[in-house]
């Protein structure tokens, strides 16, 4: 008799926490979905000012590939930026510096953003070549010599020659294309 007011015990108790338990198991699966959206990319740039002002020489770089005091110092010395005077007025250096800083690595949730301020330390690097994630990732076995010399490819800085989803943030590696010349 025991035994069966036990069985009903633990058979009601399951049946009252039923419903607790899918909430709680779909609060966990909405958290996951949450968390793999997190790992497919950055945050590609949506700011109009920045896609202008960067976006015409080279990719819109997402702001995540660096820490926001690489975005500060890249922007202080826009006068002398890779050999050309940008122009740019105080007030689009104010507003170029405040969107990069707000969505660095160093504020960003995204894997790749951790990984990359892992790999950094102390570094503020003026480069997203000078990262050391980045050019650790860059010198594995999968990627051909000489591949970087390639006229298709140029350099490393030229993300959208491998990764075709760069601009939209992806970098994820299942997708890299290596072009062949």
């Known amino acids: 008799m025991f035994k069966d007011l036990l069985a009903y015990f633990i058979l009601g108790t399951c049946l009252l926490a039923w419903p607790f338990m899918l909430t709680a198991a779909a609060d966990d699966h ?5 968390r793999k959206h997190a790992k497919r990319g950055l945050a590609a740039p949506q700011n109009q000012l920045y896609k202008d002002s960067c976006g015409g020489c080279h990719l819109a770089y997402p702001p995540a590939l660096l820490p926001s005091g690489s975005w500060r110092r890249i922007i202080q010395g826009q006068a002398s930026h890779y050999g050309e005077d940008l122009g740019l007025e ?3 250096q104010s507003a170029l510096t405040r969107f990069l800083g707000a969505n660095a690595a160093d ?3 995204a894997k790749l953003a951790r990984k990359i301020m892992k790999s950094l330390g102390a570094l503020t690097p003026l480069r ?6 980045i050019t650790h990732k860059h010198e594995e076995d999968d990627i051909p010599r000489g591949a970087f010399k390639r006229k298709s490819i140029g350099s490393l800085a030229n993300c ?22």
Do not use: L
């Not at 909405?30 to 949450?34: E, F, G, I, Q």
């Not at 997203?128 to 994630?133: C, Q, R, S």
């Open 128 to 133: 997203i070549t000078e990262v050391p994630y």
């Open 90 to 92: 105080q007030a689009v």
């Open 30 to 34: 909405s958290h996951d979905k949450k």
């Open 107 to 109: 504020r960003s949730s």
């Open 160 to 181: 959208g020659a491998c990764h075709p989803g760069a601009a939209a943030g992806d970098f994820d590696d299942d997708a890299v294309r290596i072009p062949a010349q």
